[in-house]
């Protein structure tokens, strides 16, 4: 009887956070999916019409949709990897005394904490043809190229130049969680592994990947949803590289098709949702399995 009134007590307390949530995150949902079957009008005071599946079979009978799907997959595949890797490598680096340690600590983390917007637009100063300091080294310098590139755009420059810009602004995060879980790991560990003859690489596969797999699968996860519907930086920098989330932009705001917006974020969520949990499963099954 006790243990039940204590639930009771529990469910009260958390009888606000629940509504709020549902507030802000289930009925928008909700609202998105009806949407998503009716065409939405121009003008706010004119009626909408349902119109079925239309909007799911013009957005799967779009080719703009597929480039721009596999853009935003190649682009969220080389934005996590590369960030995790480089987190990850600079993480274990850094894991051990040496002088000035807290300043550089420092300096890695700074790209996280800045302001994107002042970090895009120092990138698009420091690559412009006419007075970047890129173009000045590559042309007046090194002599490299006869004439400035004009590297934003260029689809294939601008995509190489918008995952590197990605990369150094987001490795931070997982330098944090991978400096933190390294903390915790006993140094009596990798004695031992010492004394039984085991190599660098041994002691990085046996003992730390297995430690911190929990937190490199969230890592992952929570790095690929960011990454996945990245927007801002993307749309800053250049108009050249349509992920998919400049896509979603362009139908619904350019076009102004709510409707088929509605249902693009629909099948992307499917998407995503369906990615991370078969993914997640499987970081977790092989690091039980170690």
Not at 135 to 149: E, G, K, S, T, W
């Amino acid at each position: 009887m006790k243990r039940l009134k204590e639930s009771h007590f529990a469910y009260i307390l958390l009888a606000p956070c629940i509504l709020l949530v549902l507030l802000l995150i289930g009925y928008p949902m909700i609202n998105n999916i009806i949407i998503s079957f009716y065409k939405i009008p121009l003008n706010p005071k004119l009626p909408s019409y349902f119109i079925g599946l239309k909007n799911y079979i013009d957005t799967f009978s779009d080719i703009n949709f597929y480039k721009s799907l596999v853009t935003t997959i190649l682009f969220t595949a080389s934005v996590v990897v590369l960030s995790t890797a480089l987190g990850l490598f600079v993480a274990i680096y850094i894991n051990r005394e040496f002088k000035f340690k807290k300043t550089v600590k420092a300096l890695i983390i700074l790209p996280y904490i800045v302001p994107s917007i002042a970090l895009i637009f120092s990138w698009k100063y420091m690559f412009n043809n006419i007075y970047g300091v890129v173009n000045y080294i590559l042309v007046d310098v090194l002599h490299l190229f006869n004439a400035a590139p004009l590297w934003f755009d260029n689809e294939y420059s601008a995509f190489i130049l918008v995952v590197l810009f990605s990369v150094w602004r987001f490795f931070p995060y997982a330098f944090i969680s991978f400096y933190a879980i390294l903390q915790t790991i006993d140094s009596s560990l990798y004695e031992a592994a010492e004394i039984d003859g085991a190599n660098g690489w041994h002691k990085f596969k046996y003992i730390t990947i297995p430690e911190i797999m929990p937190v490199l699968a969230t890592i992952v996860t929570l790095r690929t949803i960011w990454v996945f519907y990245m927007f801002t930086e993307v749309y800053l920098l250049t108009k050249e590289v349509n992920t998919i989330s400049v896509y979603l932009y362009m139908v619904a705001f350019a076009r102004k098709d709510m409707g088929k917006a509605a249902a693009i974020s629909i099948i992307l969520f499917i998407i995503i949702f369906t990615i991370i949990l078969s993914g997640r499963k499987r970081v977790l099954k092989d690091a039980g399995s170690e």
